[in-house]
């Protein structure tokens, strides 16, 4: 199982990126699927997830400004941001469920600016 997240660059404050993250690989199907992120300096922090079933997560600090949503290809995922703050700088990772096993992607850099 592979993830492959693209999306990230350099954005001012205030502006607006969207992530994107596939799975590839042998598997049936990926259950939840998730993006975490990694500021320098600090633990990685669940960003926002999305079940198969459609039920959705976000952390506290990007409620109202993220979303995330899943393409009809259900190994595609998307981490639309908005309104991007300072504190939004880091490296996403996403993350993908089979049973058991966590799988991550390589990540992608956010970086924020004003």
């Known amino acids: 199982v592979q993830l492959q997240a693209s999306g990230g660059g350099n954005v001012q404050a205030g502006g607006s990126l969207r992530l994107s993250c596939r799975g590839s690989g042998r598997f049936s199907s990926l259950n939840t699927m998730a993006w975490y992120r990694q500021a320098p300096g600090k633990q990685r922090e669940l960003v926002a997830s999305i079940t198969s079933g459609g039920m959705l997560n976000y952390a506290d600090s990007v409620k109202g400004r993220f979303i995330i949503s899943r393409d009809n290809d259900p190994h595609l995922i998307f981490l639309q941001m908005n309104s991007l703050k300072l504190e939004d700088t880091a490296v996403y990772y996403c993350?993908?469920?089979?049973?058991?096993?966590?799988?991550w992607g390589q990540g992608t850099l956010v970086t924020v600016s004003s």
């Open positions: 993350k993908g469920v089979i049973g058991l096993y966590d799988y």
